[in-house]
């Protein structure tokens, strides 16, 4: 079946209990009742058709009756390490990133951040990044981590094949995009930047700097830009 509603648990069983937000979500805003199917997600690369056999006030159960292997997941995986924006734009970062297919991403403070992170906003990514990757279609959605600065965020780019770090004051980039192969970690600032020594310590970390062309983009377009450019290379967009 098609156009299944998605739900995300902790733990597939052959009959799973589905509960919390996503059981209120389910039940009040899209009307699941014994007898629907549905699509139950573990943040896995499977996805499991199930059939509602019974709707509680608090949770309800479904009788699993397929598993198959989502083909909506990246092969190659991206990770994009993105300053902590004003208002709701790293809302919007990282919901799109979720849709061009983004396997992790940290948050993080840097040393021209103009906005501050909370465990509160925390919390609210990582609900926007799982609601995002439903309505995209996906089996997984990206954890979403923070980093009170650039120089740890930059630790969680190790074991990527590439490492890039994206600055507005850099005049040519250090590789040429249309070679990167493989997983890649991104590196966008927040809306004050980058300072020369913050990129300094990155390319000591085998970070590569790279230049988006003549005009600056703000953070939260260049890190859509990135992501959808790594996955259009990685053959993802095909």
Known sequence: MSGLKRFFTDKIEDVTTLSGEEFLHAVNVLRIRQGDFITLLDNTDFEYEAEVAEVGKKS?????????????????????????????????????????????IT?????????????????????????????CGRSRYPLVTAK???????????????????????????????????DTAVVIGSEGGFSEKEFEAAKGLGYKGITLGKRILRAD??????????????????
């Open 148 to 182: 009170n600065s650039l120089a740890e965020a930059l630790v969680d780019g190790a074991g990527y094949a590439n490492k890039l770090f994206a600055c507005e004051f850099a005049h040519t980039s250090d590789i040429d995009l249309k070679t990167i192969k493989g």
């Open 107 to 135: 948050v993080f403070e840097s040393e021209f951040s103009s906005a501050y992170l909370s465990p509160s906003k925390v919390e609210r990514l990582s609900k926007v990044s799982k609601e995002a990757a439903k309505q």
């Open 60 to 104: 309800l159960s479904a009788k699993v009756v397929s598993k198959k292997k989502s083909e909506t997941e990246s092969k190659n995986k991206i990770k994009l390490i993105c300053g902590f924006l004003k208002g709701d734009k790293t809302e919007y970062a990282v919901q799109k990133a979720v849709e061009l297919g983004v396997y992790e």
């Open 221 to 238: 377009t260049a890190s859509i830009v990135m992501c959808g450019l790594i996955s259009f290379i990685n053959g993802e967009l095909e």
